[in-house]
């Protein structure tokens, strides 16, 4: 469920009309709903209220800072993946102890500034890691806690582009070696081994492979145990499915009922890092028609958003629902729906069934609050969109649309030319 409904012919974010919003901020725009942000959390939070556990929000998919700082204020932490989203997290008030950070490459500098803040922990991918980080808060005098992200080998059943967990998989330390690499930690005098950690992938619509990895891993901490390694923190990543046509993940609660029921037992404080479940249905972006062209085998109508604001449907082959802000079109069509970039692959939408779309109307890619501005960049020297969050019939723009000074900022003619 999310707050972007007709409201006779009209798309409201909540109580705005989005064609207000479009007026005054301008196109391409990303709208996202406090109220549908706050349900998802409250939903996923909701769904572990019988068991000890933290939600660390997995920043990477919308990072704005007014999504961080609702999260925040409703007791949420972060999963980070950089000094960069780090800072963005501190900034929005995060507190340092709800923090983990996930990642293959975390450098020596980040390592620090996550010591620094005072992180929960660090998510260990691979056996060098390790070493590095005891190095490092050796250097500082302190104690770093961790987890050894285990690659468990199982399948998520999703797009392999958003497959992590398969023994192929760049992420994780292999299960099988996980054992031996967590004596070898135990045994470190900077490191603190507080937890363990798994995310098998993205989007995913069942509930069956979070519960095989659990199983998976269970095995190994009744390992750990035997080894006098006792944990603190189990961290089952993210991945939970949303539906963008028509996927039916299953909902927060019976997520919650079956990961419950396999780690109760366990005495462990559990830890999510959903993304997409929280904001990607709590997002659109819209954009404005600029041409409806007929061409000789297909009909396009060509918008102002391209890929670079929106790069899923390039990248993934991503279905977003298009729907028209105004409904005032007669007529269907199908098209795709492309952007202005100059690339055979930039498109929104493909071979679509779709309001007839003419110059200047408004549409709505639904959907986009995942993966999408978070995604976005400047190609084709294009100023990235701006962001406006809406709550009840009050909005803000939450980031300004970029000007061309931006695009060019940091950049020198040398001397030498
Ligand atoms: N934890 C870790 C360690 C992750 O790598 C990810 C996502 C998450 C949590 C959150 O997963 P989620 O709950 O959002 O499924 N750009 C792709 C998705 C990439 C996901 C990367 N990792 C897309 O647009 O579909």
Redesign the pocket.
């Known amino acids: 469920m999310h707050h972007f409904q007709y409201k006779g012919d009209e798309l409201y974010a909540e109580e705005v009309a989005v064609k207000d919003i479009a007026a005054q901020v301008g196109t391409p725009v990303y709208i996202y709903s406090h109220a549908t942000l706050e349900r998802h959390y409250r939903a996923m939070d909701g769904a572990f209220a019988a068991v000890p556990h933290t939600i660390c929000y997995?920043m990477?998919?919308n990072s704005n800072l007014a999504v961080l700082k609702t999260f925040f204020g409703l007791g949420g932490g972060v999963?980070i993946v950089s000094g960069g989203e780090l800072h963005r997290a501190m900034v929005a008030g995060v507190d340092p102890a709800k923090v983990v950070y996930?990642g293959v490459g975390k450098k020596d500098d980040e390592i620090e500034y996550a010591l620094k803040s005072g992180i929960l922990m660090f998510n260990v991918e691979s056996e060098e890691e390790l070493d590095r980080i005891d190095l490092i808060a050796g250097r500082l005098g302190t104690k770093a806690g961790i987890a050894i992200r285990v690659n468990p080998d199982v399948d998520p059943e999703t797009h392999p582009y958003?497959t992590?967990g398969l023994k192929k998989a760049k992420f994780g330390i292999n299960i099988e070696r996980s054992l031996e690499q967590y004596k070898r930690a135990a045994g470190m005098a900077n490191l603190d081994v507080i937890g363990i950690d798994c995310?098998i992938g993205?989007?995913l619509t069942k509930v069956s492979p979070f519960v095989d990895t659990v199983r998976k891993l269970k095995r190994l901490i009744a390992g750990l145990r035997e080894s006098g390694i006792h944990l603190k923190y189990f961290d089952l990543?993210?991945?939970?499915g949303i539906t963008y046509s028509d996927e039916a993940p299953p909902l927060p609660a019976e997520y919650g009922e079956a990961i419950t029921a396999e780690t109760r037992d366990l005495g462990l404080h559990l830890l999510f890092?959903?993304?997409?479940?929280l904001v990607g249905n709590a997002g659109i972006m819209v954009g404005r028609c600029l041409y409806a062209k007929q061409g000789e085998e297909k009909n396009f109508v060509i918008v102002d958003a391209a890929m670079n604001d929106l790069a899923?449907p390039s990248l993934?082959g991503?279905y977003h629902g298009v729907q028209a802000v105004c409904r005032d079109q007669q007529g269907t069509i199908v098209a795709d729906i492309v952007g202005p970039i100059c690339e055979s692959g930039d498109f929104l939408a493909k071979d679509r069934e779709m309001p007839a779309f003419r110059q200047g109307d408004l549409i709505a890619f639904m959907s986009a609050g995942?993966?999408g501005f978070a995604?976005s960049s400047n190609y084709n020297s294009r100023p990235r969109a701006a962001e406006v969050m809406v709550k009840g019939a009050a909005f803000e723009v939450v980031r300004e649309r970029e000007k061309v000074e931006d695009l060019i900022r940091g950049e020198r003619i040398p001397s030498f030319l």
């Open positions: 997995s990477k998919a999963d996930s958003i992590t995310h993205s989007q990543g993210g991945g939970l890092e959903p993304g997409r479940n899923r993934y991503s995942a993966y995604m």
